[in-house]
């Protein structure tokens, strides 16, 4: 038994073709048949950083449930253009916002979530800033973190916008890096900017990156998941 996470850049839901579509977003999010995701680019950029993914639209056409998140602003759906999605029957204990540091303005969402059968577990949903320096000082603050919640299962998972297979994660000692496959650029992905960082004692059973003619086109990236061993839930169809 595994609990399937998984994350994607919706790249505010304009795709390769450069149209907006959230409901095309909607429908690869779906595909996943993920328990939690964790969501990147949900906002805008200007202004009051408004919602580029409805929020109606995840409530009537997703079996997913966006907790009490923190937002940039009123009009945003994320923080830093993130939010965490859980699904119908599991709980989130707490939410809190972080601000890494950096150049340019980035944050991470750290979400204590109670699955439906399992063990609370800390997520760290975040996306990294594009300078290197900026990476490791962010790394260095997520590690911070996910150090203080052991001996609790933790993991991390989001766009870390690392090119390279080791350089950047030297904050990581003792937390194990997976990096599904490649998913950026979408439409002839080379680089495998999205991975997850996990815990001693979790264990990532399957993972992939989910390649559709739909998710091509839909954002920059293609979605990525993991089967989580180690915190016992429901059972998960094939990908």
């Known amino acids: 038994m595994t609990l399937r996470i998984a994350s994607y850049n919706l790249h505010k839901c ?11 977003v909607v429908n690869v999010i779906n595909a996943l048949h993920a328990d939690v995701i964790a ?42 253009g993130q939010v965490v999605l859980v699904r119908r029957g599991s709980r989130v204990l707490g939410v809190e916002p ?12 750290a979400v204590n ?12 949903a975040a996306h990294l800033g594009l300078r290197r320096t900026d990476r490791r000082a962010q790394w260095a603050r997520i590690a911070e973190i996910m150090a203080g919640v052991k001996p609790h299962p933790t993991l991390a998972i989001g766009d ?16 194990h ?7 950026y650029p979408s439409r002839a992905p080379i680089g495998q900017l999205d991975r997850i960082v996990t815990s001693p004692g979790l ?14 086109v839909a954002s920059d990236h293609l979605p990525i998941w993991a089967d989580i061993g180690g915190i016992v839930t429901r059972a998960h169809p094939s990908s």
């Open 98 to 109: 972080v601000t890494l540091p950096g150049l340019e303005p980035r944050g991470a969402i």
């Open 39 to 80: 969501l990147q680019e949900v906002d805008k950029r200007m202004g009051e950083r408004p919602a580029a993914l409805p929020q109606k639209l995840i409530e009537e056409e997703t079996d997913f449930i966006r907790h009490d998140m923190p937002r940039t602003t009123a009009a945003s759906l994320g923080w830093h």
């Open 160 to 175: 870390f916008n690392e090119w390279r297979a080791r350089h950047g994660f030297e904050a990581l000692t003792g937390f």
């Open 14 to 24: 304009v795709g390769t073709d450069r149209k907006h579509d959230p409901a095309r």
């Open 177 to 183: 890096i997976h990096a599904p496959g490649a998913t």
């Open 203 to 216: 264990r990532v059973v399957r993972k992939g990156v989910l390649d559709t003619p739909l998710a091509r």
């Open 113 to 124: 979530i109670a699955p439906d059968s399992g063990a609370p577990f800390l997520l760290i």
